[in-house]
């Protein structure tokens, strides 16, 4: 088959790519990056939550990343979160996009925002049942007894009360 030009073989090709750099990586070509980045994450009034990031989608599923990541923090469905992406009046500036190295990054910034809101909203709740926060969880958008897993308020009627009256509140507890 060689002499009439006819060549089969097996080849073998390797490939790598450098994923997920630091911002050693870029800064030796002068690039402005940060290794870290910022995300918020608020409970809004109908109680979803929202979340913003600085950095923007470029096709890696980072938008899916952070809804996910801040869902699974916070404890709510995947269909009660809003993402925005891209908007650095709203968030702390990140190091950019810079390939997969954004899904890490602001993969954890979105879980510690999620972690934090929780605790926060939590707190409110257990203001309003006059019930120790520890003994409270949220799951699946709802505020519940952590140890029996018992539904004591949606997440709904905290936002709404922290919003529209933390008046009605206990005295000493605020709604941040």
Not at 26 to 50: C, E, K, N, P
Request: glycine fraction near 14%.
């Amino acid at each position: 088959m060689r002499a009439r030009g006819i060549h089969r073989g097996i080849g073998f090709a390797s490939f790598i790519e450098v994923t997920n750099p630091s911002a050693a990586f870029y800064g030796v070509g002068g690039a402005r990056i940060s290794a870290q980045d910022g995300a918020t994450v608020r409970l809004d009034a109908t109680g979803a939550i929202f979340v913003a990031s600085g950095v923007t989608e470029q096709g890696q599923g980072a938008e899916a990343v952070v809804a996910q990541c801040a869902a699974s923090a916070f404890g709510v469905p995947l269909d009660k979160v809003r993402v925005l992406l891209g908007d650095t009046d709203n968030v702390p500036y990140g190091g950019g996009t810079w390939a997969s190295r954004r899904c890490r990054h602001r993969r954890e910034a979105a879980w510690q925002a999620g972690k934090a809101l929780r605790g926060n909203v939590l707190a409110v709740a257990g203001s309003i049942l006059q019930a120790d926060a520890k003994a409270l969880d949220i799951r699946n958008g709802v505020v519940v007894d952590a140890d029996t897993g018992r539904e004591r308020l949606g997440l709904d009627e905290v936002a709404r009360i922290a919003y529209f009256r933390p008046d009605t509140l206990p005295p000493g507890s605020r709604p941040s």
